[in-house]
């Protein structure tokens, strides 16, 4: 098991995560715990900009939103200096509620409510990235109702069939999102929304997929954006000046993953937009990029507590843990793979195959296959690598309570996100008159 950020194993054999004991961390916030290594997740944001603004002369970072958003997320990234790309009424509050400035902000979706594009133009959004022809229309008529020019780009589906799950491949030509090259109505919505007196067109964004290990998938996408750039300028006059590439970098779920560095996906996206750009004589747009599980993936560690194992001879040890499902459908939602480690065991020898399983009612396997330490009930085990898409995807299944977040950071532990409660989940449960009624009748014979 490889350690990252922060990662590393203590004098008491424990793994320690920005400099606190995970096996404290347990003790002191109960499991299932999401932990944070904020050291890594700033990191990882400087790479970003150092790299991609070392071999280009504009670029945004815009981080998504969607891979895990809390306010206190809010507070870093803004510290860092990242936009933030939302995509629902939710987070746009949430980012609002943390003052996370609104002009930094991008609204995404390819179904925006009437009430979302409010909201956008109320708080001054800085973009909104239409998402359809229709759409389009909309937010030109709300401009007009507001007496205001509101600045959008638009989604483009570049064709693009990424080398992911099926799941995520995003950008493809069967797709839901965008607007689609190769069947013209990318140039169509480009036409449409210059010609809109309440639409200022800042650029295009295409987001082909994630998690995304092959760069070749962005150079292609590269080449048909700034191609639909340059169309643009030649056969309509129209100047995009914004480029946005969206996310998708993949991170190190496990020893066998190889994703490409931040600095080589740099080297290789904006060496193929300022190559197609010169190829095609003109000047290259200013350039965003909205990584979301790249930024937080890898700095997100779950600690569960081991309850039962149970071995069946010739068959496998299972190991079941205090969550699963509701704090990470990842592996039922896309076979996600995982590795784990024994915090209270960490400097131990791996060797004990087991499969780890959640405690929801249905298969729920958290990972399906791993080696870790001789598991004990109550031990504490930590599963790598769930910052992103673990706790935004979490849910009450089996009417359970998400688990608490805590970010970490030179041996201070500060709670980011409380634990609900029992009471929490039945804060919005109604029960109608008829039915009190009926129990009384019931009662009463
Ligand atoms: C429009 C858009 N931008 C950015 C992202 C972030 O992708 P990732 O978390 O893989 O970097 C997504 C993910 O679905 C997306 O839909």
Redesign the pocket.
């Known amino acids: 098991m490889q350690m990252k950020g922060t990662q590393r194993i203590n004098a008491a054999g424990h793994l320690e995560i920005g400099g606190c004991d995970t096996v404290e961390l347990a003790r002191e916030f109960g499991t299932p715990l999401y932990v944070l290594d904020e050291a890594q997740v700033r990191g990882l944001c400087r790479e970003y900009l150092q790299q991609f603004g070392a071999r280009y002369h504009h670029v945004m970072v815009a981080y998504?939103g969607?891979?895990l958003l809390t306010k206190a997320i809010c507070a870093i990234m803004e510290s860092e200096g990242l936009h933030l790309?939302v995509c629902s009424a939710g987070e746009l509050y949430t980012a609002l509620d943390a003052d996370f400035p609104p002009e930094h902000i991008k609204f995404?979706g390819n179904m925006k409510l009437a009430e979302e594009l409010q909201m956008c133009i109320d708080n001054h959004v800085g973009l909104i990235v239409a998402d359809s022809l229709p759409e389009l229309g909309d937010i030109n008529e709300l401009g007009a109702g507001n007496g205001t020019v509101v600045d959008i780009a638009i989604r483009v589906s570049p064709g693009i069939k990424a080398q992911t799950h099926t799941y995520?491949q995003?950008g493809r030509l069967d797709s839901k999102f965008g607007l689609g090259v190769e069947y013209g109505a990318a140039m169509a919505g480009i036409v449409a929304a210059s010609e809109m007196p309440h639409l200022a067109l800042r650029g295009i964004h295409c987001?082909i997929g994630?998690?995304i290990f092959a760069l070749e998938s962005y150079e292609r996408a590269v080449e048909i954006m700034v191609d639909l750039v340059a169309d643009a300028r030649e056969q309509h006059g129209i100047e995009l000046a914004d480029l946005n590439l969206?996310?998708?970098?993949g991170i190190r779920y496990t020893h066998e993953d190889a994703p490409p560095s931040i600095e080589h996906f740099a080297e290789r996206l904006c060496g193929a937009v300022l190559r197609r750009c010169e190829e095609r004589g003109i000047d290259p747009p200013t350039l965003t990029l909205?990584?979301?599980?790249?930024l937080v993936g890898e700095a997100g560690t779950t600690l569960y507590t081991i309850g039962v194992i149970k071995d069946i001879p010739g068959v496998r040890t299972y190991v079941a843990v205090d969550g699963g499902l509701s704090d990470n459908p990842r592996p039922a939602l896309y076979g996600a793979q995982y590795e784990a480690i024994i915090a209270n065991k960490a400097n131990e020898p791996a060797s004990r195959a087991v499969r780890v399983a959640g405690r929801h009612c249905e298969a729920d396997t958290l990972i399906s296959d791993t080696t870790v330490q001789e598991p004990e009930c109550g031990d504490i085990l930590a599963v790598f690598a769930t910052g992103?898409y673990n706790y935004s995807m979490a849910s009450n299944y089996n009417r359970f309570p998400r688990p608490a977040m805590v970010l970490v950071n030179d041996g201070e532990a500060e709670l980011i996100t409380e634990r609900e409660t029992l009471a929490d989940l039945v804060r919005q449960d109604l029960v109608p008159e008829r039915l009190r009624a009926q129990r009384e009748v019931a009662e009463a014979e």
Do not use: I, N, Q, V
Not at 246 to 249: K, N, P, Q, S, Y
Not at 290 to 294: I, K, M, Q, T, Y
């Open positions: 998504a969607k891979a790309d995404h995520t995003t987001h994630s998690p969206g996310g998708g970098l909205e990584p979301g599980r790249s992103a």
